[in-house]
Each structure stands twice: as C-alpha cells, then as structure tokens.
C-alpha cells in the first residue's frame, strides 16, 4: 500500500503497462480490457432488448432503451443532412460505450485498485504496491485518442464517398479560399491545403482532449477526496458524485454529437 499521500495519488494514476521498456507499442491492458468488457456489455444488454422486446407489454428495460435509441436518432435526423444507415447505429455505439467508460469513474477509487492488488498477490505472488489498474478508460488519452483518430478516419470515408476522391483532393486545395483565376488558384491552393490540414487535425485533437481532461480532472477529485477522513469523503463525495454524473453523460452526448456534425459536414460542400 501507498506510504503518504503523493504514494497514494501515483498509484492510482498509474496504468497497468503491459511492457513499460517498450514505449510506444506497450499497452494499457486495464484500458483495452475496461474498454472491450463495456463494448460486450453495451452489445449483450441491446441485443438482449432486441430479442426480447414487446410491443404488447414492454419492460422497464426496453422502454430506457427505447428512450436512448428515439434521442439518439432526433439527433441524427436534426443534424446529418447526408443520407446513410451507418450514422445512427454509429452515433448509438458512441454515445453508450463512452457513457459507459465514464461511468466507471462512479466506482469507489480505491475498489477495483485494491481487488487487482489481492488478485496479483494471492494468486501471482506480486507486491501490491506494484500492481497497477485504473479503471477509467476514458481517463486515458490513448483511448480518447485512438476513439478521435476512427472519428477522423470516417471523416475522410464520408468525404469521399460523397464527392468522389477527385472532388475530396480538389476540395482541399480550394477551400476555403477560392479564385477563378487559373493563377490565384494556383497561389491560394498551398493555403487552402494548410487550412484543410489544420482543420482535420483539430477536430480528433478536440474530440479526445475535451473528453480525457473533463474525466481526467473528475478522476482526480474523487482520489483526493478518498485522502479525507472518513466522513469528510461522504459529505464532499456524494455531492460531487450527483454532479459528476451529469458531467459524464454531457461528455457523451457532446462526443456524439460533435462525431455526428463532422460527419455531416463532411458530405456536405463548401
């Protein structure tokens, strides 16, 4: 266990590295395990719904998933202007993976930390102190990176599917500056070429930043509330707890919709 309060705070942001000497190609195994149980649970609980859904008597549960699926597809039909049947159960995936990863924040910090330390111990031999899980994928730029990068990748697919690889290159050398002068078109294409990689490269940088430093931040409150006395930590963390939940779906939401407003853009032109 943690000696003093900076111990305690170390430990719990460290990842569980799967090969710290290998940098770059090592792997947060608590993110991607995290991360992949979610995705199976989001996947399980829907198609559970699915095969089970009654129009004549519907559960509690199909009535919330319903409620998701009908907010989620307004907001489809409000913001893409595109025609595609990959846009709603894309945005569906977004919003309840990423409010499923930030939930996990919810969970008492010293929870999942202290089963992993028991595990390693008991059944592997290894010092607690030495055994590392962090139980937000969210909180890990890596994901929230990884998550932004597919965003861009769709982007770019969307782009051009819609105007074709031709219009896509000639987009970006044409816009948002344009002259129809063969000559100022030439001078303003090295611009407008800068422009469009700039603007590519801030929507993931925005998208994955935004959404690792709100959880990041909420991370961070609850382990230094859990250094509190005991009944400091429930007087400051039931209330931040009620808040925090409003920031995670938030966080969500907005991932979404941002996913589905340049996707949109995407097929639309200039």
């Not at 004549?56 to 202007?81: D, K, N, Y």
């Amino acid at each position: 266990m943690a000696s003093n309060a900076t111990d305690y705070i170390k430990h719990h942001l460290t990842f569980w590295n799967s090969d710290p000497s290998a940098g770059f190609w090592s792997l947060h195994v608590d993110t991607f395990s995290i991360s992949l149980l979610l995705g199976f649970l989001f996947v399980g609980v829907f198609a559970m719904v699915a095969r089970r859904a009654s129009i004549e008597a519907p559960g509690r549960l199909q009535l919330f998933v319903e409620m998701i699926i009908e907010l989620v597809q307004t907001q489809v039909r409000e913001v893409f202007h595109g025609k595609s049947k990959m846009i709603a159960p894309l945005a569906l995936t977004i919003f309840c993976w990423v409010f499923l990863m930030n939930f996990m924040d919810l969970f008492p910090v010293d929870l999942f930390p202290m089963a992993a330390q028991w595990i390693g111990y008991t059944f592997f031999g290894l010092e607690p102190h030495h055994v590392y899980f962090r139980v937000v994928p969210s909180a890990d730029v890596n994901s929230t990176f990884a998550m932004s990068l597919s965003v861009l990748i769709l982007i770019v697919a969307f782009s051009i599917k819609a105007k074709g690889l031709g219009g896509w290159g000639k987009e970006l050398l044409t816009a948002p500056f344009h002259s129809s002068h063969p000559v100022g078109a030439v001078i303003l294409a090295p611009l407008n070429f800068a422009f469009q990689l700039v603007e590519l490269a801030a929507k993931p940088i925005s998208l994955s930043l935004r959404l690792f430093g709100n959880l990041y931040a909420g991370e961070l409150i609850f382990i230094l509330i859990a250094l509190l006395p005991w009944g400091l930590q429930w007087v400051l963390g039931a209330p931040w707890a009620i808040f925090h939940i409003l920031i995670i779906t938030l966080q969500a939401f907005v991932f979404m919709m941002l996913t589905i407003v340049y996707l949109s853009l995407a097929v639309e032109a200039h």
